[in-house]
């Protein structure tokens, strides 16, 4: 009888932490989510002066960064008016579907990262109509810094009207260096705004 109750015992304490390990493996697994979307707005060059708009769509496990990115190239060469109202003009838009791997890093409240992979892109020049479009692959290159609260906070709506629970899901603001080596070529600057979760 004693050693009955010594097993269930022992038993109980095995199970007893296996269970513990496995509520903690959960809680690591829930924990680790890194989710977070940016808006960039800045400078670009492919030949030509440009103004540079994208979104990206960031997922991060340990120090790997997936990135889906969209970017336009739009430069504007002439615009017709008529009083204060354009009417019509002529632009070239270089534009942007790529998909990123790299590496990030977290410290507090900012992360550095850098990544590249492949894109789509294409190339249009218009006037009223549609003059050419060419397409072509490339190889898009990514790296930045942002920063953001380093500890929970409560989310502020428009930045100053605190909302709920304090949580992890907020702002960034940041730099970026984008680039894409291709047929037509591209380098620029541009500051991030972003939203999500972006550390552990």
Known sequence: MKNLFSFILFAGLLIGKGYSQQQNDSISKTSNLILFAEANFGYS??????????????FQKRNDLLTFRFSRN???????????????????RYSEHSLLYGKR?????????FSGGISYNTLEKRGENLVSKT??????????VHWFPSEAE???????IPVGKPTRFAGSTG???NANIAKTSYIGVAFTFGLGFHKN
Do not use: C
Not at 45 to 58: E, M, P, R
Not at 74 to 92: A, C, F, K, L, Y
Not at 105 to 113: E, M, Q, S, V
Not at 135 to 144: L, R, Y
């Open 135 to 144: 397409s072509f692959f490339g190889f898009p290159i990514g790296v930045g």
């Open 105 to 113: 890093y977290i410290k507090d409240g900012r992360a550095f990262h």
């Open 45 to 58: 060059y492919f030949s030509k002066d440009a103004l540079y708009s994208g979104l990206s769509l960031n």
């Open 175 to 177: 730099i970026k260096l």
């Open 74 to 92: 739009d430069h504007i060469q002439e615009i017709g008016w008529i009083i204060v109202t354009p009417i019509s003009q002529q632009r070239e």
């Open 154 to 160: 409560r989310f502020r709506l428009f930045g100053a």
